[in-house]
């Protein structure tokens, strides 16, 4: 049996940038070790729907830390080893015949893609994307194919659908919902995205439910509910995470629909037992309410925050949450939670792809923002804002020119 001070369950972002945090407050050697079930060390996951499943980046670009890093700062990777069986009480996890013991343990087992079960669904060319072998199956599957069909129209199928669109494939893009990525766009943005898509030749069949795949050992065409039958060589599916919690399930870990729950310091019930990124539901301290992120940036932030912790740092995780998105040549950013809005707010020309929009509480309090291609002091001021619990005006955010040269509304 081997025994660490820290382990971390689970090697992806969480991981690696907890790694780098304990690094940087110089544990010494032997005392962390990273269990994963990976076969790769640590790594970034956006470009695995961006920039590295267009080929245009190599695993070594995507690594967290350099190889050498790990031994370099004497922290032990076992790769390739996945958790079978976890005894909190006795600070004990079970992987592969080996047991590995901790004094304190970081949960960072992340999410998995929830999977469409319908008639077909074991047949080939059929994708989801979550791991470097996926975005390698199928951008290898992309070099040999005419049509794909991305099945999801939120932030997965969207950047699917664009790498896909832009080598060439022609791709259609097939979701319940009356328009794209209902659950966060407001109406005015899905109408942008929408056109944007399909100036580009994407073909967009919204309000249509995958009820069959079809195929003869390979998919050759996505059957829907109102009955169309979509010709497809390669399908891939992006429609939500659920998070990796079946592990926990009988150790008395306080857990909830989408995660471990944590506290503002990301503890959980267990002394000792933490856990980061989007296996966790936590108590944010920005909103005043539990939290549930599956963004990079909330796995950055909070690996870090909780190897802080773990170290006796004890200062509460205060963050807005913030993700961004690449899709064809368009890059946007995001902060906080519109959850509560009332009002939203567009500035500037949402037709031409320069625009912002502010979500608001029914006080005034601004909530969340969303900013593409807008002068820098916007990009600034949201977080801050949000952070501060700034209150704004719809006509002072319609009228004003510049956040600098007026002052907002108190
Ligand atoms: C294709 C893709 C594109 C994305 N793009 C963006 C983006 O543009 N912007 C953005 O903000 N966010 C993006 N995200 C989301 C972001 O990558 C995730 O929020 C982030 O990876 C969460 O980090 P995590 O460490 O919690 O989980 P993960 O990174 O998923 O890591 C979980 C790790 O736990 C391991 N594990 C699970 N169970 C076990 C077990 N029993 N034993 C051992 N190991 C285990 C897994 O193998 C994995 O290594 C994207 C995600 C994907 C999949």
């Known amino acids: 049996m081997d025994s660490y001070r820290f382990v ?7 991981a690696g940038n907890a790694a780098q945090e304990f690094a940087r407050c110089e544990i010494p050697p032997g005392e962390l070790c990273i269990v994963s079930a990976e076969k790769t060390l640590p790594y970034d996951r956006p470009p695995l729907s961006k920039d590295f499943l267009a080929n245009e980046k190599t695993v070594e670009e995507i690594l967290i830390n350099e190889p050498g890093f790990y031994q370099a700062n004497g922290i032990v990777v076992r790769l390739d080893t996945a958790v079978t069986h976890v005894d909190l009480d006795n600070k004990k996890l079970y992987a592969n015949g080996d047991t590995i013991a901790y004094d304190k343990l970081l ?74 990525w209902q659950a966060f766009f407001t109406p005015e943005m899905s109408r942008f995205f929408e056109n944007y898509y399909r100036n580009r030749g994407v073909t967009l069949l919204s ?17 829907t509910e109102s009955g169309r039958e979509v010709p497809a060589d390669m399908v891939v599916v992006g429609i ?15 857990i909830a629909d989408k995660g471990i729950v944590v506290n503002r310091f990301l503890e959980t019930n267990f002394p000792g037992v933490m856990a980061a990124g989007d296996i966790t539901v936590y108590e944010d301290v920005v909103y005043n309410q539990q939290l549930h992120i599956e963004h990079w940036d909330n796995a950055v932030q909070q690996g870090k925050h909780a190897a802080r912790v773990m170290l006796g740092e004890m200062q509460p995780f205060a ?50 923002a969303f ?29 004003s020119k510049s956040f600098v040269a007026k002052s907002a509304a108190a």
């Open 240 to 254: 939500g995470v659920v998070p990796n919690k079946e592990l926990f399930a009988d150790c008395g870990l306080h």
């Open 107 to 180: 949960i960072a087992t992340g999410a998995r893609p929830r999977t469409l079960d319908v008639m077909g669904h074991d047949l080939q060319n059929i994708f989801y994307l979550r791991h470097i072998g996926d975005a390698r199956d199928i951008r290898q599957q992309a070099q040999q194919v005419q049509q794909a069909v991305v099945v999801g129209g939120s932030f997965i199928g969207m950047e699917a659908t664009a790498v896909l669109q832009s080598s060439g494939i022609a791709t259609t893009m097939i979701f319940p919902e009356a328009r794209v």
């Open 8 to 14: 971390i369950l689970g090697g992806g972002v969480v």
């Open 207 to 223: 309000e249509e439910k995958v009820t069959a795949f079809a195929g003869n050992g390979r998919v050759q065409k996505v059957i």
């Open 371 to 399: 900013v593409m291609d807008r002068p820098d002091e916007e990009r600034e001021m949201a977080p801050q804002w949000i952070q501060s619990g700034k209150k704004l005006t719809t006509e002072w955010l319609t009228e």
């Open 319 to 368: 963050h807005v949450p913030y993700f961004f998105s690449d899709v064809f040549d368009l890059s946007y950013e995001f902060w906080g939670d519109p959850s509560g809005a009332v009002q939203t707010v567009h500035r500037g020309e949402v037709e031409d792809g320069r625009f912002s929009v502010w979500w608001l509480a029914a006080d005034g309090r601004l909530l969340a």
